[in-house]
């Protein structure tokens, strides 16, 4: 009888790994243009966790040490720090926190260690979140995304969920730090732009989560006209809320581009000049590609103009890498007619012309 026991007790543990999903660690971390230690974090987040562990999701809390020379000083992450939010993780700079599971005070270093310990340890998530369809309407920049959040196992208690914008290719001059990232124009990554559901995010559910429940959310918010749409990211993570959120467990998190196939990629080609290509396919409804070349790394806009010369959308504007890049842009908002689009960088300006039938 206790062997029968022993077995039943293995194979019901079996059953709960089956119903489990890969884990996707969240690591938050703290950035500014002052920080000494910022610059560190984020290359070995480059050059090791995301190589090891390439499903790493990751938000950068950028202006935690406000200086006034900083353009993104005002950004979520003094204010994160300044809040009630902050106080319940405990919040200093630098510092960084991996799923809410641990957290490290300047040492930019051993993290790593706590990051392996939490995928060997805990590589199964008893959450699974999946996105369900997205949408982002460029003449508005009104984004909307529905995610599934799926019970692995049976749960309990109260559990949250958020929802963040966050930005690529911020350029600012590094300042202070080591690891060669000082007195330099440095490339910030994952910066917050907006935590849009609040700090503490909006309820999921609280009480019995069932396996298998899944319960569907749809999240739609604008993004600020000074975010470039291609560079944006959103990210969304649910946690178990305890008494302080610095011991309040992220279960699981998701990301995913705001654009996605209407929105700008690089082709990753190398490219010699300047270039900006004919649309295609031209005539077109309701969207077509709009290709071009830069050679050098810097900033570049790409604008939609009427049959007036009136700016109607923004389809680019921001630092691109140097390469060759298409835009997918979806005219379902505008009216057929004549258009003109519009490259511009600092050593370049093209403009070309197209048309939309419905």
């Not at 996105?131 to 749960?155: D, G, H």
Request: proline residues 4%; hydrophobic residues 35%; charged residues 15%.
């Amino acid at each position: 009888m206790k062997k029968l026991f022993v077995l039943l007790v293995f194979l019901s543990l079996i059953a709960i790994n089956l119903n489990a999903s890969p884990r996707r660690v969240l690591i938050e971390f703290t950035t500014s243009n002052t920080c000494q230690y910022c610059g560190c974090m984020d290359s070995l987040l480059r050059v090791s966790t995301l190589i090891q562990y390439p499903q790493t999701i990751i938000l950068a809390m950028h202006g935690t040490i406000r200086n006034p020379a900083d353009p993104y000083a005002n950004y979520f992450g003094w204010q994160i720090k300044d809040s009630l939010i902050g106080a319940e993780l405990g919040f200093s700079a630098p510092m960084s926190f991996v799923d809410r599971s641990f957290w490290h005070y300047t040492d930019y270093v051993h993290y790593r260690d706590s990051v392996a310990y939490r995928y060997n340890n805990f590589g199964v998530s008893p959450v699974e979140l999946t996105v369900i369809s997205k949408s982002y309407n460029p003449a508005t920049r009104m984004f909307t995304v529905t995610i599934n959040a799926k019970a692995e196992q049976t749960l309990s208690g109260e559990y949250r969920i958020n929802f963040v914008y966050c930005e690529n290719n911020l350029i600012s001059y590094q300042t202070e730090g080591p690891c060669n990232a000082m007195n330099m124009n440095f490339e910030h990554d994952w910066v917050i732009r907006s935590m849009a559901n609040g700090y503490d995010g909006e309820p999921l559910i609280n009480g019995t989560w069932n396996q298998n429940q899944v319960i569907t959310k749809t999240f739609t918010y604008p993004l600020d006209s000074n975010w470039v749409p291609a560079n944006c990211e959103f990210v969304t993570y649910v946690y178990k809320r305890e008494s302080l959120l610095r011991n309040s467990v992220i279960q699981q998190a998701t990301k995913g581009n705001i654009t996605g196939s209407i929105g700008i990629n690089p082709t990753g080609k190398k490219i010699e000049s300047y270039a900006l290509w004919q649309n295609y396919p031209n005539p077109f409804n309701p969207s077509t590609n709009i290709k071009f070349s830069i050679p050098k790394n810097e900033v570049v806009k790409v604008s939609l103009y009427n049959s007036l010369g009136k700016e109607v959308a923004v389809m680019q504007n921001g630092y691109l890498a140097a390469g060759i890049y298409n835009i997918e842009f979806d005219f379902g908002g505008f009216s057929s007619g004549i258009y003109y689009y519009k490259m511009q960088t600092s050593q370049y300006t093209e403009t070309k012309k197209m048309l939309m039938i419905k």
